[in-house]
């Protein structure tokens, strides 16, 4: 009789077993109770929110930093920390004004510099921030309180771009940090948000605690989305690092944690039938799923190589193995997502249901592919990348592609992806990643879109005709105009093959029932409004 990994869990907890729960975690179950949420989420391994667009930082961005503006439920910019603005007669001068009551966690006051030396930052790095300092003439503070941001022509989009939620966001930081290169990280963790980052119980690989900010205070709308009043239901949150999957499932029925991340697919019946737990969807959109190709080292700097993995993948295989209820997943072929109002079916014939490895077999060698190693970055502790990571490397090995995974926790992973060199200096070649399908619908803010060379995203794709369509992005007046403009753009990427896409799937989160409150909008977690409720 086969055991699978469902009935593995099943049977340990019936036999009183716990399957290895970390002691810390047994030990903490009375702390747990009450007002403490503890979460499986990721490792930590990077604290600065512009640095880098990873999910987990950008939920520990949202937890101790604040913004500017919010989205709310309908996706509609709300003011967050700004209290009141205004624009002039001819819509170049946008004026904005801090509400009351914004300090650091020092207990110094936030002022308008604060906010100044953040957009600058964020504006160097995120497309939407690039966009608004190719268009601004200055950005200054008028007094404490009060800063403007001047344009050479009107951006009707401003306002939407400050608020937009894709990471990285527009997280304001200390002026005396935010006034440093957004390529040099930000190591310090003092914002102006919700939650303090705990630094004395800071675990790293563990465990990153974060407390309630009892002198924040909320603005007075109710909460919608990001925006609205931030109220903090609890006293403290935990992030624990649990890197195995079972230890963490056992964890979560044990009631030793109250969320879990990233359960694998293989359990979601496992859970459903647990009448102490619940699957739940926060990001209804879902989560496209790709491959970053480095357009900096061979083989990939040449375009007969990346056209050879478009034709390469099996969309259906990739998604068995990363989700393999056919109800959560579905195959994707348009670089807008396929819930983005300006997703298309344009210069997509090179799909092919079970994939066309003999074309990219082919392809590789016009590309005068000679057998170097191509590594690919497999994110162990990512049970679906990893999965997927495996699967690309043996499609790669069948063809005759060297293909070597380089495996490692995401933590590390986007760490190592930054690295443009050669795979014998610790670059890479290849990694799956995913990027929320919502995102996927606007060119001017999704990083994933760009394909600016060094400025772009990990990869580093360039295509100068294809920016010059997504520049004219923000000058088009209607949805009908940019769904024409998408289709052109799409065709033009597809040429080049920017990345190339594994399918598009849903994954929900794991939660005990007694925490409720849960807030769901794409790409970012937050941690306000959570409740829990005593056992």
């Not at 610790?426 to 600016?452: K, Q």
């Amino acid at each position: 009789m086969t055991i699978s990994r469902r009935n593995l869990i099943k049977a340990g907890l019936a036999a009183g077993t716990a399957l290895s729960i970390p002691s810390v975690l047994r030990a903490q179950t009375a702390a747990s109770a009450g007002r403490t949420v503890r979460m499986v989420k990721g490792d930590l391994r990077v604290f600065d929110p512009i640095w880098t667009a990873t999910n987990i930082t950008a939920d520990h961005g949202a937890a101790i930093y604040d913004t500017l503006f919010a989205l709310d439920s309908k996706f509609m910019p709300q003011p967050q920390m700004v209290g009141k603005w205004d624009v002039s007669d001819d819509k170049k001068t946008y004026t904005f004004e801090l509400r009351d009551g914004l300090r650091w966690h020092n207990g110094t006051p936030v002022t308008a510099a604060d906010c100044v030396a953040s957009i600058r930052r964020w504006g160097q790095v995120a497309p939407g921030g690039q966009l608004i300092m190719a268009h601004a003439s200055d950005i200054s503070k008028k007094d404490d309180k009060t800063f403007t941001i001047a344009l050479k022509e009107p951006l009707g989009l401003l306002v939407d771009l400050l608020a937009d939620l894709t990471p990285p966001c527009l997280f304001i930081m200390r002026a005396q940090h935010a006034n440093r290169p957004a390529t040099e990280q930000v190591t310090t963790t003092i914002g102006s948000g919700p939650f303090k980052f705990n630094e004395a119980l800071a675990k790293p690989g563990a465990s990153y605690t974060y407390d309630r900010n009892e002198k924040y205070i909320p603005r007075k709308e109710p909460s919608d989305g990001l925006a609205g009043g931030k109220i903090v239901n609890v006293d403290r949150v935990i992030w624990d690092v649990i890197a195995d999957q079972q230890t963490a499932m056992a964890a979560l029925q044990a009631g030793e944690v109250d969320y879990f991340e990233l359960p694998p697919a293989d359990l979601y019946s496992l859970i459903e039938s647990d009448p102490n737990l619940e699957l739940q969807i926060l990001d209804k959109a879902g989560q496209d799923a790709l491959v970053r190709m480095n357009f900096l080292q061979p083989p990939f700097d040449n375009v007969k190589a990346r056209q050879a993995m478009l034709h390469l993948i099996d969309q259906e295989a990739f998604m068995r193995v990363m989700a393999p209820d056919p109800k959560y997943s579905n195959s994707l072929t348009s670089i807008f997502g396929d819930t983005t109002p300006v997703s298309n079916d344009e210069n997509t014939g090179w799909y092919k249901k079970g994939g066309h490895p003999e074309k990219a077999k082919q392809l590789f060698k016009e590309a005068g592919y000679a057998g170097e190693k191509v590594v690919i970055l497999d994110p162990t502790d990512w049970h679906e990348g990893d999965n997927a990571s495996q699967l690309l490397a043996a499609a790669l090995l069948k063809i005759g592609v060297n293909a070597e995974l380089a495996s490692m926790d995401w933590g590390a992973l986007s760490t190592r992806r930054a690295n443009k060199g050669p795979v014998e200096d610790g670059g890479w070649n290849v990694f799956i990643t995913t990027e929320s399908d919502y995102s996927l619908g606007d060119p001017l803010t999704d990083p994933l879109l760009t394909a600016s060379g060094d400025q772009a995203w990990y990869g580093w794709p360039k295509n100068d005709e294809y920016e010059v369509l997504r520049a004219k992005w923000a000058d088009v007046a209607t949805l009908e105009e940019r769904k024409a403009l998408a289709r052109k753009m799409q065709r033009v990427w597809w040429e080049f093959v920017g990345d190339v896409r594994l399918g598009k799937y849903i994954s929900p989160i794991a939660r005990r029932k007694t925490l409720t409150g849960l807030i769901g909008v794409p790409a970012i977690v937050p941690m306000w409004n959570m409740r829990k409720a005593s056992a």
